[in-house]
């Protein structure tokens, strides 16, 4: 039997999780996870959408919570940029676009509001993006707002195993390891880097590169690069994830992953235990509290007297009853008393995290 003891297990490793891992790591604590497999932030980028109003029902918590997600992401080597009073206009695979005050490094030179002469590329033989159908998107989206942006769609052609049926997926391993690939891309792109100011390619740059190494790629090529969100799982949110859980382990978190949590014991209006789901292993985790962070889909986790949470993000019933003392709930699990996107997942992440500081 494998025995742990922590002060703090947080269930689930998306956005939610990720943040109150990070908010309880930097106040000290010891801390566990428990995960079945990524958050729902990879299937998309890991923007952080229009921040104005959240950040005038909490502005306080709402700073120190961005400020601190913020600084990890750029400790992961992943730096976001942005601010909360900003707002940009990053273009989408399906030709549209989204609103976000901060994006990771690798989206946020997409901006459609200025006037720039825009490449949209696809490659030869990758049937899971059509960069006319986006570029042509892009354009009559680009007009209906009154964007300056111009899209022209471009291909190029990548060494592709005969027969093989290549993807996004495969390209981003490549880059990641392969330096012959990386030489590869760059030579392709060139001529199209000297007609345009700004490249937008579907997810490729990757599934663990860090920063220095797209910063060069795209120095190197002396033109601004802007990845999309591939159809999910999308590569840039991989990488987010990749490089997030790689920076939380080098800093003490603890990762059980790819286990389920099947059930939480409650007693006297304690949680004593959880039980995991691992075949072929006796697994023994103690803590003094415990964040679920598992989603919109696990909230039978907590049983069905759960009606809403208190001021500490502890479940409560109908009546007012809190459910365990030593329990909090966050991110998307509160979908139907708060919001359901990363601007939430993170600030209820922090409050939780500091919630448990302050109640020890
Ligand atoms: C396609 C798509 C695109 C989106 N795009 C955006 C966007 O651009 N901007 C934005 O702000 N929001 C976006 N969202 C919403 C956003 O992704 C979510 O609101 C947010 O990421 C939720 O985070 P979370 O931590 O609450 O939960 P989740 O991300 O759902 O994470 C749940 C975690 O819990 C784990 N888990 C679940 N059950 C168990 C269990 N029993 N045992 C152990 N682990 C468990 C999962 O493996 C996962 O790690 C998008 C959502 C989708 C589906």
């Known amino acids: 039997m494998e025995n742990y003891h922590f002060d703090l297990i947080v269930i689930g490793a998306g956005m939610s999780g990720m943040t109150a891992v990070i908010t309880a790591l930097n106040q000290g604590l010891r801390v566990g996870i428990v995960n079945t497999g990524f958050g729902l932030f990879v299937f998309g980028s890991g923007c952080i959408e229009n921040c104005q109003t959240l950040h005038k029902e909490a502005p306080e918590n709402f ?37 976000v005050s901060f994006a990771p490094f690798y989206l946020w030179k ?12 696809g490659i030869n033989g990758v049937s899971s993006f059509n960069a006319d159908y ?10 209906f707002n009154d964007f300056k942006t111009n899209y022209v769609a471009k291909e190029i052609n990548l060494s592709i195993k005969p027969k093989s049926v290549a993807s996004m997926l495969q390209f981003a391993n490549r880059f990641d390891f392969d330096s012959r690939f990386y030489d590869e891309l760059q030579e392709a792109l060139k001529p199209i880097s000297r007609e345009a100011d700004l490249i937008i390619i579907p997810g490729i740059f990757g599934l663990r590169s860090k920063f220095q190494k797209i910063y060069d790629f795209e120095h190197e090529l002396d033109c601004n690069l802007c990845e999309l969100s591939n159809i999910p799982p999308s590569i840039p949110g991989l990488r987010l994830f990749n490089v997030l859980i790689a920076h939380l382990r080098k800093n003490g978190a603890e990762f059980f992953s790819g286990f389920s949590v099947k059930n939480l014991e ?3 209006g304690h949680c004593q235990t959880i039980e995991v789901d691992i075949p072929a292993r006796s697994l023994c985790i103690d803590f003094d509290s415990i964040i679920l962070a598992t989603g919109q889909f696990s909230k039978s ?7 809403d949470v208190d001021e500490w993000l502890r479940p409560i019933t109908k009546s007012g009853t809190v459910i365990a003392d030593n329990l909090y709930a966050i991110g998307d699990l509160l979908r139907n008393v708060g919001g359901n996107d990363n601007r939430h997942s993170i600030l209820t ?6 919630s448990i500081v302050e109640r020890r």
Do not use: H, W
């Not at 400020?67 to 399906?94: K, Q, W």
């Open 110 to 121: 997409g901006n459609a509001s200025e006037s720039i002469r825009s490449a949209v590329v």
């Open 63 to 99: 700073n120190k919570a961005i400020d601190l997600f913020l600084e990890n992401a750029r400790l992961a080597e992943c730096p976001f940029y942005g601010s909360i009073n900003e707002i940009r206009y990053l273009p989408t695979i399906m030709g549209g676009f989204q609103a």
């Open 266 to 268: 409650i007693k006297n």
């Open 349 to 354: 992440g922090y409050r939780a995290g500091m």
């Open 301 to 307: 986790l907590i049983g069905l007297d759960f009606f």
């Open 134 to 143: 986006t570029a042509e998107r892009l354009n009559y989206t680009a007009k």
